[in-house]
């Protein structure tokens, strides 16, 4: 089963640290469009990328739970 993953906090964490989701796409070495594939759920963030985030992104190494928090968070599905 596919997961979907709610990247709510991701999507602020970029504007906070790189300004824009094409500046962040550079910063992953990826296209904008496959960046918005990921925060899609079209496509999974690989573990490249989540190591360059987690070590590189702040200047500072992210621990375990900012980590999972940028992209493990569920979606919560609702139920009618």
Do not use: C, W
């Not at 296209?31 to 999974?44: E, I, K, Q, S």
């Not at 573990?47 to 070590?55: G, N």
């Not at 940028?70 to 009618?80: D, H, P, Q």
């Amino acid at each position: 089963m596919k997961r979907d993953y709610d990247y709510a906090y991701l999507r602020g964490f970029i504007q906070e640290h790189f300004g824009s989701n094409a500046k962040f796409a550079l910063f992953l070495g990826i296209g904008p469009t496959a960046l918005y594939d990921r925060l899609a759920n079209r496509t999974p963030f690989t573990q490249d990328e989540i190591d360059k985030v987690a070590h590189e992104a702040t200047g500072s190494v992210l621990d375990g739970s900012e980590v999972n928090r940028l992209f493990f968070t569920r979606k919560i599905r609702k139920s009618v």
